[in-house]
Nanobody, 115 residues
């Protein structure tokens, strides 16, 4: 199983980024996918989750209306579109797949929002 995040970077307040997570080693379309983030000195926080078909999504209150999670099962990829970014969104963002035999994490991608 491999999850590889990309798309992080440095943006100003109000800017946008699109994160991607390319998955391999399991039947991607069978599993919900989740984005988490971890800010310096804080615990890991759930950001958004999408069902295996993409029909259902849920978001942390802190990102509702600004972030959108989506997936392309033909490409084995899940995305996180982040708009209206704030300094408090600064964190390492991780992709997660909770498979039958356990959870898997990507290496993370850094998002830094400057004020």
């Amino acid at each position: 199983v491999q999850l590889v995040e990309s798309g992080g970077g440095l943006v100003h307040t109000g800017g946008s980024l699109r994160l991607s997570c390319a998955a391999s080693g399991f039947t991607f379309g069978n599993y919900a996918m989740t984005w988490y983030r971890q800010a310096p000195g804080k615990g890991r926080e759930l950001v958004a989750v999408i069902s295996n078909t993409g029909d259902s999504t849920n978001y942390a209150d802190s990102v509702k209306g600004r972030f959108t999670i989506s997936r392309d099962n033909a490409k084995n990829t899940v995305y996180l579109q982040m708009n209206s970014l704030k300094p408090e969104d600064t964190a390492v963002y991780y992709c997660n797949a909770h498979l039958i035999w356990g959870p898997y994490w990507g290496q993370g991608t850094q998002v830094t929002v400057s004020s």
